[in-house]
């Protein structure tokens, strides 16, 4: 079932969005190329979610032991920190959930370490952040459910890359994973029509090679079968009349420093 939330709902789940937005951007910003560690991302989330008086939406979620999945070059997604350093030119998928006041916000961003990595690799974290908000600007009303999946593999495919299938986005509200299904995949105009006050997490990861992934022996981590690289970008979207409205994002004003 789906649920559907109300505008002071969204604004709920807004909240927590921005926790999670302010936790990915101080991560990112903090990563030392050579010296940071998978497990220090997890405590920098740890950390960040308490100083936020929020908590993790991750931990202990169906036995995972961490608050951020970490997820290195051919690694996709649900990736357990551990003492792996990131070394400069590394990708780094970081995904982190929080909970406030009851409401979940999820999202995932795929960094270069040291701010660069292989033209390959740059244009891969480009072409899947443009993915991600492709399917994003399909999540209105009217539109149908595949038509989200539909316009980011389109996207992906066009410019030579693929999605991958066995894992998909997801509704998203008082629980980190509600229904339905969000693939990044499909052919448009299937699945449910696409309502005001439903809120989705999109979440598209896309390979260099083929879309096929396994799982590691460690039960969580998704690698690529063929080795290549792989990048995750995600946000938690709540659908408006208008279109579609991004509840993961750090408001302008705090961007911006303004007041310090
Ligand atoms: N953001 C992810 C998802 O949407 C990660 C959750 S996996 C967890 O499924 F186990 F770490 F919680
Ligand atoms: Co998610």
Known sequence: MITKKSPAQIEKMRAAGAVVARCLKEIAENIEPGKTTTLDIDKMAEELIEKYKATSSFKNYRGYPNTVCVAVNEEVVHGIPNDRALMPGDIVGIDLGAIVDGWHGDSAITVAVGGKASAEAMRLLRVTREALYTGIEAARPGN?????????????????????????????????????????????????????????????????????????????????????????????????????????????????????
């Open 144 to 260: 149908r459910l595949s038509d989200i999946g539909h316009a980011i593999q389109s996207y992906v495919e066009k410019n030579g890359y693929s999605v991958v299938r066995d894992l998909v986005g997801h509704g998203i509200g008082r629980s980190m994973h509600e229904d339905p299904h969000v693939p990044n995949y499909g052919r448009p105009g299937k699945g449910v029509r696409l309502e005001e006050g439903m809120t989705l997490a999109i979440e598209p990861m896309v390979n260099i090679g083929s879309y096929e992934v396994e799982t590691l022996g460690d039960s969580w981590t998704v690698v690529t079968r063929d080795g290549s690289l792989s990048a995750h970008f995600e946000h938690t979207v709540a659908i408006r009349k208008d279109g579609p409205d991004i509840l993961t994002i750090v408001p302008a004003e705090e961007a911006l420093n303004i007041n310090g």
